[in-house]
């Protein structure tokens, strides 16, 4: 069984940043795909970005792109989400999420097994 603990989360202004944790349990957490999705309310589930498990190959979804930064350090079982240039339209609950047999990098949802409870982001004008 993995475990997701998600941090960082919280209020912001339009333009500043923020940097999301999201730790792993598991032995195994270094050969997992992780990504992070977001959902804001009345919304559906979107994808934000993913990293590869061996590789620095990252994914970004285009809303987010040039803005934020997925990375891991799989010492620590932790993979990080860095915000930039926040927008209004960046508030959602963010989700940190694990593919623990990962072929590909996917940025569909049902590509992952596990899912963290998720850690709030809120941007105000």
């Known amino acids: 069984q993995v475990q997701l603990v998600e941090s960082g989360g919280g209020l912001v202004q339009a333009g500043e940043s923020l940097r999301l944790s999201c730790a792993g349990s598991?032995?195994?957490?270094?050969?997992?795909?992780m990504a992070w999705f977001r959902q804001a309310p009345g919304k559906e589930r979107e994808f934000v970005a993913a990293?590869?498990?061996?590789?620095?190959?990252?994914y970004y979804g285009d809303s987010v792109k040039g803005r934020f930064i997925i990375s891991r350090d799989n010492a620590k079982n932790t993979v990080y989400l860095q915000m930039s240039s926040l927008k209004p339209d960046d508030t959602a609950h963010y989700y940190c999420?694990?593919?623990?047999?990962?072929?590909?990098?996917?940025?569909?949802?049902?590509?992952?097994?596990?899912w963290g409870q998720g850690t709030q982001v809120t941007v105000s004008a």
């Open positions: 990293i590869h498990w061996k590789n620095p190959l990252t």
């Open positions: 999420a694990a593919d623990a047999a990962p072929t590909s990098v996917s940025m569909s949802s049902r590509s992952y097994d596990y």
């Open positions: 598991g032995r195994s957490f270094s050969a997992y795909a």
